[in-house]
């Protein structure tokens, strides 16, 4: 399998689309920090994060990830399965969501 995966990273989404990911991601504030690591063959480490008030809020910024991921076309082309990871500031994983791409001949 052929992957293509473009990393766009969860601070650089569309803030019309994302509204709960904008604002400053440097900007410190007493939440918890999550980072979200993709993958579609290609793995794209989250190195800034974002932070967020607590793990549940991290879990719909993941869904909010791979559906934006998942809506180019190009990127579903190749059967295959799209993953977010969900890591704390300790390192620890959280929260994984994965979105899968069939497409099966008839």
Known sequence: MIARFVHVHVNHL???RFPEVTGDP???TD???FFFDAQNGVDARDDVGRELPDTAAAQRVAVTVA????????RLIDEGVIV???RDEAGAVVATVRLACLVEAA
């Open 26 to 28: 440097m900007m410190r």
């Open 31 to 33: 939440m918890p920090r």
């Open 84 to 86: 977010v990871r969900v």
């Open 67 to 74: 559906a934006f991921y998942a809506s180019d076309p190009d």
């Open 14 to 16: 569309p803030a019309d």
